[in-house]
């Protein structure tokens, strides 16, 4: 390795997102944009174009002008199971809420959730709100006005207009199709009926990143890097390589999670192949940054991932708030947080000012993970304190 240039290996797994590699280097694109602005003459960074392999992934990478860090993107590609599985049919799409709503209450673990921040279990229940009970009562009410007005032709149709339009017009100020489509997913997964191609691709993710890991590698750090719903996926990743690694991961390598929702999974009894896979986890020795915002309904921030779930956590795992507050113009911050869609995304950000553990500061500064931590506690601490 060359001792005078950092270099770091970065896998990233995305979340339940239908678009592909080409947004999320877009999105980093724009972040590098920021930065390079934010520099003046000091030291821009740059971004190669996207390039793919044999297996469908993608690929790419950010250096440095003074040549002291260069990182090099794997984009583990899981959309194309994300479309498969994404319910284009209204119908379908409520049946199928319907259903995993049963399950839900069926299965879940209610002390665990009632252990969650509010906010998540809000986001957690919306769709029902939205799409299913306050446009069927709606709709109901309606039905009943025309059988008082003794029109009794027009109450079904009234119930069926008022209950959809209401649906549309919720489920979209509050983004509740995408919602829907993450939780309906995930009811899969905890029922053992996901797509079987998702299992093989978590074999090949396993293999693609123990390839990274020789002491003969040339990287100096390597990163799993996952967002949203791509922690579990990320979960099932590490458990895998950690079967290979005799349950301790090489120091080099560390998992990141950022605006995950673990225990919204592991708080189901009938997800017994994810409770296997968060026993693994915990039983490992490795390390783990999970990043959590309590602004951010779409996740389960600052929660243990084994809520309800022994053993005890594993020594490895450090958990943070992002602290964007401290990043950012109290303005910005202020309209930000009444977007949660926007805000969920916002650990692939940089905001008004740097912090060490934004997307950039993670994967492209250079320095180790273990180094940015320290730093992004001295600096958050003291622009709270400020």
């Known amino acids: 390795m060359d001792g005078a240039m950092f270099k770091r290996k970065v896998f990233y797994i995305g979340g339940f997102d239908p678009r592909g590699a080409r947004f999320y280097h877009e999105l980093l694109a724009q972040q590098i944009a920021t930065h390079n602005a934010g520099q003046g003459s000091g030291n821009p960074l740059s971004l190669s174009p996207r390039r793919s392999d044999a297996t469908g992934d993608r690929a790419w990478q950010v250096s440095d002008a003074a040549a002291t860090v260069q990182t090099a993107f794997h984009f583990l590609a899981w959309d194309d199971i994300v479309r498969r599985a994404w319910i284009r049919s209204t119908p379908r799409l409520l049946s199928a809420t319907v259903r995993a709503y049963a399950r839900l209450l069926r299965h879940a673990d209610l002390s665990c959730l009632a252990r969650v921040p509010h906010g998540s279990r809000v986001a957690l229940f919306l769709p029902a709100l939205a799409l299913l009970i306050v446009p069927l009562l709606a709709g109901l009410g309606a039905g009943a006005i025309a059988l008082g007005l003794g029109r009794p032709w027009l109450a079904p149709l009234l119930v069926l207009v008022v209950a959809a339009l209401l649906a549309l017009l919720l489920g979209g100020r509050a983004h509740v199709g995408w919602i829907v489509q993450f939780l309906v997913f995930n009811d899969a997964l905890a ?86 896979t968060m026993a693994t986890l915990a039983q490992g020795r490795f390390a783990w940054l999970d990043i959590g915002s309590p602004t951010d309904g779409a996740a389960t921030p600052l929660v243990d991932p084994w809520l309800g779930q022994p053993p005890a956590r594993m020594a490895g795992l450090v958990q943070l708030s992002p602290r964007w507050f401290a990043f950012c113009n109290p303005a910005t911050y202020a309209a930000r947080r009444k977007d949660k869609y926007l805000t969920h995304f916002d650990y692939l950000r940089r905001l008004d000012r740097p912090s060490p553990l934004d997307y950039l500061g993670l994967t492209c500064s250079g320095q180790p993970l273990a180094a940015n931590i320290a730093a992004f506690r001295t600096v958050a601490k003291a622009k709270a304190e400020a």
């Open 191 to 276: 029922a053992g009926q996901a797509d079987p191609a998702l299992a093989l691709r978590l074999d090949r993710f396993a293999e693609t990143i123990d390839r990274a890991l020789p002491e003969d590698a040339e990287w100096d750090e390597v990163l799993l890097v996952s967002h949203s719903n791509g922690a579990i996926l990320a979960a099932e990743v590490t458990a895998r390589l950690l079967a290979r690694h005799g349950g301790a991961l090489p120091p080099r390598l560390a998992l990141v999670t950022l605006g995950a929702s673990l225990p919204m999974l592991g708080a189901r009894r009938d997800a017994r192949g994810f409770a296997q």
